[in-house]
């Protein structure tokens, strides 16, 4: 149980010795991963989106493809010093980046295809409805109809 004691104007949280014990017990029992999958695991918990990553092949890429058109590109440009090196890993990564962008943004159009069409919009069929207007553009009138 926590003791509360108010020091001025701030509540402090006293613990006891005994809850302090055991903190420091259970603490000692988390050892991290072990197995080699799991410490692989482990290193991208902070991972978000690849942006800025040092790691150029995310998740469920092909580090093989990579390597390949990383290669490809090499002995395409045949840099000769390390400025030519250092454009030719730059124009690889934003290239590759533009790529997994370009995927990217086709899955979530076809997400967010498939759940419009999956709204109420299309559960009536008797009656024509009208799109919203923040999906047109200016001057334009569309109608969903049955197929």
């Keep these: 149980m ?9 509540l402090v949280k006293v613990r006891s010795a005994k809850q302090i014990e055991a903190s420091k017990r259970n603490g000692s029992l988390g050892l991290g991963p072990v197995t080699e999958r799991g410490k692989q695991r482990s290193c991208l918990n902070a991972y978000r989106h690849g942006g800025y990553s040092n790691k150029y092949v995310a998740l469920g890429e092909d580090p093989i493809e990579f390597e390949q058109y990383h290669q490809a590109m090499v002995d395409h440009w045949q840099p000769r010093n390390i400025l030519e090196i250092d454009l030719v890993d730059q124009f690889v990564f934003c290239a590759w980046k533009l790529r997994r962008l370009a995927s990217m943004e086709s899955a979530i159009l076809s997400t967010e295809m498939l759940d ?9 069929f008797r009656r024509t409805r009208k799109l919203s207007k923040s999906y047109l553009r200016k001057g334009e009138k569309v109608e969903l109809k049955k197929k």
Excluded: N, P, T
């Design 116 to 124: 419009y069409y999956r709204s109420d919009l299309l559960l009536d």
């Design 2 to 10: 926590l003791s509360r004691v108010a020091i001025g104007q701030v």
